[in-house]
T-cell receptor, first 114, second 116 residues
Framework: SQTIHQWPATLVQPVGSPLSLECTVEGTSNPNLYWYRQAAGRGLQLLFYSIGIDQISSEVPQNLSASRPQDRQFILSSKKLLLSDSGFYLC?????????????FGPGTRLTVL | AQKVTQAQTEISVVEKEDVTLDCVYETRDTTYYLFWYKQPPSGELVFLIRRNSFDEQNEISGRYSWNFQKSTSSFNFTITASQVVDSAVYFCALSEASGGSYIPTFGRGTSLIVHP
């Protein structure tokens, strides 16, 4: 069976510090991968998605970036965090080339920027 | 362009009441899929159901049931005899089969509070 992991679970960082959140999927190959952010208002905001290594699309222009160093690893980064980066970050995956497949979500990382 | 509307921002019920969460969608595609997710206070989104546009049969799973009506573009979710553990935010989502997007569209969610 497939499993998706995210770490860390919680993170408190000062403004201006760097960020690295990691997401890995087990039990599948060539997944589509997604990063979402959920602010206090509850809606899901898609940040990045990737349909393959070196194929990453950005949905929201801001100080975040994403990388996919391995097929089943997706990393969200920032060089300098802003207060507005606080939120709940969720990683999700679907099967490759399946536009309508079910998205399965990781447990999330709760980020607080002070 | 696809769109999902969950007009109910928050619903508050007392335990054992039945409750229906509304989901209305817009799409020009003839083949699409609809989803419901549950987000308990822990935060993880839990997949509940996936339904394709060609299957209008209602679905029942324990206390959960889903009513899909293409005529009104709705995919409503009913919880029978609600329990405190049902308290969560529920999201409806839509994915279109055609086009170049791998991105589903989510509604803004409905927060369900079940009081003991």
């Amino acid at each position: 069976s497939q499993t998706i992991h995210q770490w860390p679970a919680t993170l408190v960082q000062p403004v201006g510090s760097p960020l690295s959140l990691e997401c890995t999927v087990e039990g599948t190959s060539n997944p589509n991968l997604y990063w979402y952010r959920q602010a206090a208002g509850r809606g899901l905001q898609l940040l990045f998605y990737s349909i393959g290594i070196d194929q990453i699309s950005s949905e929201v222009p801001q100080n975040l970036s994403a990388s996919r160093p391995q097929d089943r690893q997706f990393i969200l980064s920032s060089k300098k965090l802003l207060l507005s980066d606080s939120g709940f970050y969720l990683c999700a995956w679907t099967r490759r080339a399946a536009r309508t497949d079910t998205q399965y979500f990781g447990p999330g990382t709760r980020l607080t920027v002070l | 362009a696809q769109k999902v509307t969950q007009a109910q921002t928050e619903i508050s019920v007392v335990e054992k009441e039945d409750v229906t969460l509304d989901c209305v969608y817009e799409t020009r595609d003839t083949t699409y899929y609809l989803f419901w997710y549950k987000q308990p206070p822990s935060g993880e989104l839990v997949f509940l159901i996936r339904r394709n546009s060609f299957d209008e049969q209602n679905e029942i799973s324990g206390r959960y049931s889903w009513n899909f009506q293409k005529s009104t573009s709705s995919f409503n979710f009913t919880i029978t005899a609600s329990q405190v553990v049902d308290s969560a935010v529920y999201f409806c989502a839509l994915s279109e089969a055609s086009g170049g997007s791998y991105i589903p569209t989510f509604g803004r969610g409905t927060s369900l509070i079940v009081h003991p």
